[in-house]
């Protein structure tokens, strides 16, 4: 990971014009970057010995050639989708509804608080975004995280530069490389922000500040997600998936640090909690899915065996949680009282690496699944936990064609 040496306030590309202050977008972090230690761009001729069943199955494609397809957030019948070129593009039923674009950083992360959509960008910086009310194809840029007066102010007093790497320093409020996940705690009004420069930051969405910067692990932070009871996990290229717990309000929030749940030499790539909050999963580059049970004190629930190539992408809902791989393919598991996992449907139809995944309600007790892939394209699906088991669940925690 590269860092630079921070002695006065940095230019923000969105009050001021420019390059971003030579920022180099096409830089990868450190040793244990998620793009070199994961087959993402292998090809693969793995083919499922099963497609997916009459009850869950394809519903349309939305291709736009601009690029890799990062990033997908989906509420009230629109779907936002972020690539590396920049543009944010707005899908209403199945066609494209409007664009609006950022001034710089490729599109890692996106997701939606309300009437707000915030984007999480390869050149470390959190926009928000809302829609006009009297056109909503109209969406205006409404703040970034940190403002460039909170970076001003904070550049002021040298107690708030941080070492990075051994002379660089940069200021605590500030990633200093991609944000590569955002999780909402809608409750609190907090929103936590992972990056490649190996911290979480969190921020109070109401007044744009950072509340706290956490050195969380060793590498890039893939991964992270919160739960409405103060738990926040975050997984990382090192390997590890790390627990900590929120601990009073305002000033006085910190976020302690309470167990590390894995240590495994293959990069974690994606994390998943349910709505409930009741399971946390894990995906990873050897095409594994892990979970744990909170309500047992975070004991190990199972291994979800699936896939053939690294785990890209997670997502959960009702009882259903969703694996996207460079395998091509997506797995749809159906969790049962006990936490026994089934895969009900190996979703097939991407020509590339399925690099991110958002569900949204639908109707009929149905869910509609959106994914994006590497092949610059974003598929649509319909699943319903009602499906037949594909697979069923035996005592190693494998899973078996039936």
């Known amino acids: 990971m590269h860092s630079r040496q921070t002695n006065s306030p940095p230019a923000d590309d969105d009050y001021i014009n420019g390059d971003d202050n030579g920022y180099d977008s096409n830089r990868t972090s450190g040793e244990g970057s998620p793009l070199m230690m994961s087959p993402w761009n292998q090809t693969s001729s793995f083919q499922p010995s099963s497609t997916a069943s009459p009850e869950n199955g394809l519903i349309g494609s939305l291709v736009r050639e601009e690029g890799h397809i990062y990033s997908l957030a989906a509420a009230a019948g629109l779907l936002y989708t972020g690539s590396d070129s920049k543009n944010i593009h707005v899908w209403k039923n199945m066609k494209m509804f409007t664009t609006f674009k950022s001034n710089s950083g490729l599109v890692k992360a996106i997701i939606i608080s309300g009437d707000k959509i915030l984007t999480g960008h390869q050149d470390g910086k959190i926009r928000v975004w809302?829609?006009?009310?009297?056109?909503?194809?109209?969406?205006?840029?409404?703040?970034?995280?940190?403002?460039?007066?909170?970076?001003?102010?904070?550049?002021?007093?040298?107690?708030?530069?941080?070492?990075?790497?051994?002379?660089?320093?940069?200021?605590?409020?500030?990633?200093?490389?991609?944000?590569?996940?955002?999780?909402?705690?809608?409750?609190?009004?907090?929103?936590?922000?992972?990056?490649?420069?190996?911290?979480?930051?969190?921020?109070?969405?109401?007044?744009?500040?950072?509340?706290?910067?956490?050195?969380?692990?060793?590498?890039?932070?893939?991964?992270?997600?919160?739960?409405?009871?103060?738990?926040?996990?975050?997984?990382?290229?090192?390997?590890?998936?790390?627990?900590?717990?929120?601990?009073?309000?305002?000033?006085?929030?910190?976020?302690?640090?309470?167990?590390?749940?894995?240590?495994?030499?293959?990069?974690?790539?994606?994390?998943?909690?349910?709505?409930?909050?009741?399971?946390?999963?894990?995906?990873?580059?050897?095409?594994?899915?892990?979970?744990?049970?909170?309500?047992r004190q975070l004991s190990h629930g199972g291994v979800l065996k699936g896939h053939k190539l690294a785990v890209l992408c997670l997502a959960a809902a009702g009882n259903l949680v969703l694996s996207g791989s460079a395998d091509k393919t997506i797995c749809v598991w159906r969790r049962r009282e006990g936490c026994v996992h089934s895969c009900l449907s190996v979703l097939r139809g991407h020509n590339g690496p399925v690099k991110c995944l958002t569900v949204e309600k639908g109707g009929d007790g149905r869910w509609v699944v959106y994914s994006g892939s590497l092949d610059k394209s974003v598929k649509v699906w319909s699943v319903t936990e009602q499906a037949p088991e594909m697979q069923r669940m035996v005592p190693n925690g494998n899973v078996s064609w039936d």
């Open 130 to 295: 809302k829609s006009n009310t009297k056109d909503p194809k109209i969406h205006k840029r409404i703040g970034t995280f940190p403002t460039f007066f909170d970076i001003l102010k904070t550049s002021m007093k040298s107690k708030n530069y941080v070492e990075v790497k051994r002379n660089c320093t940069t200021l605590w409020i500030k990633h200093c490389d991609a944000i590569s996940s955002l999780s909402m705690n809608e409750e609190e009004g907090l929103l936590y922000s992972a990056s490649w420069d190996r911290t979480f930051k969190v921020w109070k969405t109401s007044n744009s500040k950072c509340l706290e910067s956490v050195k969380a692990h060793d590498d890039a932070v893939n991964s992270i997600v919160s739960t409405v009871d103060g738990l926040v996990f975050t997984g990382s290229a090192e390997g590890s998936v790390k627990v900590w717990r929120r601990e009073g309000r305002g000033k006085n929030m910190k976020h302690k640090y309470v167990q590390t749940l894995l240590e495994q030499e293959c990069a974690v790539t994606s994390l998943a909690v349910s709505k409930s909050g009741s399971v946390v999963y894990c995906g990873s580059s050897d095409g594994f899915v892990n979970f744990w049970e909170v309500e």
